[in-house]
């Protein structure tokens, strides 16, 4: 496996690859690897002759509170497990090689990032389509993948990808749970003793929606209602969003149907965790028979 530290080194692997013909899939990361991770890739490796990953802490995406400087790294770690997956190159730059000091160009897409994490986490967004179309630009992958944990994500850069005409394809992975259910993110390593119980209600209450939508739930609030309540009681969890939207433009609805989105993101001691579901909702209208 290659591994890159410059954009020039990545940037020549990958245009050689692609003079050869070879379809190029690309998985951008911030390292710390799980199995969730390791799903894009392998993902990636099913459908391309070349897979590169990224990995890259990048500050700009990180709010003036969080967690950018104590964020997990392990590289040594992380080019083991890609090795095992088949990764063919990793390009690990540095802060400096991706924002050198004149650096002051951002991009930007607007709507679809106004809610869910987008209104909590402000300027986010905006770090990760920057940080994406500059990888995209130095890699000008085939596909790139994205992981279902962060739907509003990976919904963003095919906005993006579509509003700026970028050539790549963009292929939503499922989510990679643990066990139990929690979602696997790289974050999970702070949660302590207790918490990581607490944390299973997130699931859990994901769990309780898709049962009451079975059952016939077709009002969004008593649906984020439910989830509330059983989160509320978990006194470890303080949530930020419980919010459900139309899929695949994430706009507000006041009844379920088609494809949604319930989407949770919550505080367990100072982990930030999200997890979503997408619904497809029956077409279970009562049949009202034809006046004779
Ligand atoms: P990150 O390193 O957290 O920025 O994530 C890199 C990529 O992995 C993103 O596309 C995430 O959506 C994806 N990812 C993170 N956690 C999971 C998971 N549990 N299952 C599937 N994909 C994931």
């Excluded at 009451?212 to 209602?225: F, H, L, S, T, W």
Aim: with cysteine.
């Amino acid at each position: 496996m290659l591994i890159c530290h410059t954009i020039n080194e990545i940037k020549s692997f990958t245009r050689q690859a692609a003079s050869q013909g070879k379809t190029i899939g690309f998985v951008p990361t911030m390292g710390y690897f799980h199995a969730g991770h390791l799903a894009l890739m392998s993902e990636a490796k099913k459908t391309c002759s070349v897979v590169v990953s990224s990995i890259f802490v990048n500050p700009v995406q990180f709010g003036p509170q969080e967690d950018f400087t104590c964020y997990p790294r392990d590289i040594d770690r992380d080019k083991r497990l890609a090795v095992e997956v088949g990764v063919d190159a990793i390009f690990i730059p540095s802060v400096e090689e991706m924002y050198p000091p004149r650096f002051s160009t951002f991009v930007e897409t607007k709507k679809i990032t106004d809610c869910l994490c987008g209104k909590s986490r402000p300027g986010h967004f905006q770090g990760v389509t920057t940080v994406v179309t500059k990888l995209f630009n130095i890699i000008q992958p085939d596909i790139a993948f994205f992981g279902q944990k962060d739907f509003q994500q990976a919904a963003t850069i095919r906005r993006m990808a579509e509003d700026l005409n970028l050539k790549v394809k963009i292929v939503l992975v499922p989510t990679v749970r643990d066990k139990d259910g929690l979602a696997l993110s790289s974050r999970n390593i702070y949660l302590e003793g207790a918490q990581r119980q607490a944390a299973l209600s997130i699931p859990k209450s994901l769990a309780l929606a898709a049962q009451a939508v079975e059952n016939g739930e077709r009002d969004p609030i008593k649906v984020k209602m439910a989830v509330c309540n059983m989160l509320a009681a978990e006194p470890l969890v303080e949530i930020d969003y419980i919010e459900i939207y139309s899929l695949p433009h994430l706009e507000e609805i006041s009844l379920l149907q088609g494809e949604v989105l319930l989407a949770i993101a919550a505080k367990v001691g100072k982990t930030r965790l999200i997890d979503n579901l997408v619904l497809k909702i029956p077409d279970n209208w009562p049949i009202i028979p034809n006046k004779r």
